[in-house]
């Protein structure tokens, strides 16, 4: 069937199943690389992207779920002043991301500090668990996220 929905802003169709996976449309079928190869279950938050303004794991949805849904992934995210906020904050905490967790970690971040620009611990530790990671610092990632809501917080109130 053709699937049709906006990806980074710009109306896309494919042919699919409607059964596809929505992670190997994006990334064999599109190819956008920053959508991971994981655990194909939900599990690892490799595959997450933004569905219409939602993160979800891209493993778990079907092609039919995604038609008329807007889609965003790090490719359409990293040209966005938030993408530049959180990159900052990360670098002054020292987090190494590698590249294989990278776009996962930025995307669930951007999530949580849409939703509330200053999070609570609680839900900063909560936010980290949603992608996994056993090799970065988990302080460090704390504190990178601070810094991101810090940097976003403060471009929102310059206007
Ligand atoms: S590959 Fe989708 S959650 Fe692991
Ligand atoms: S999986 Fe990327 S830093 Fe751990």
Redesign the pocket.
């Known amino acids: 069937m053709n699937i049709t929905f906006r990806l980074n802003g710009k109306e896309v169709t494919v042919e699919a199943r409607p059964d596809k996976r929505l ?1 190997a449309i994006l990334r064999d079928d599109l190819n956008l690389k920053g959508i991971r190869k ?10 997450i992207v933004l569905m219409d303004d939602l993160l979800v ?3 778990l949805i079907p092609a039919f779920a995604a038609r008329h849904k807007s889609i965003i992934t790090i490719e359409g995210f990293s040209q966005t002043k938030e993408f530049s906020d959180i990159l900052t904050g990360f670098k002054e905490a020292n987090v190494h991301l590698c590249t294989y967790c990278a776009p996962a970690r930025i995307l669930s971040t951007a999530y949580m500090l849409r939703k509330n620009i200053m999070p609570t611990e609680e839900q900063i530790v909560d936010n980290i668990s949603a992608v996994q990671c056993r090799c970065s610092s988990f302080s460090h990632l704390k504190r990178g996220i601070v810094q991101a809501s810090i940097h976003l917080n403060k471009r929102k109130n310059n206007g």
């Open positions: 992670s994981g655990c194909g279950t939900g599990y690892c938050g490799s595959c794991s891209s493993c």
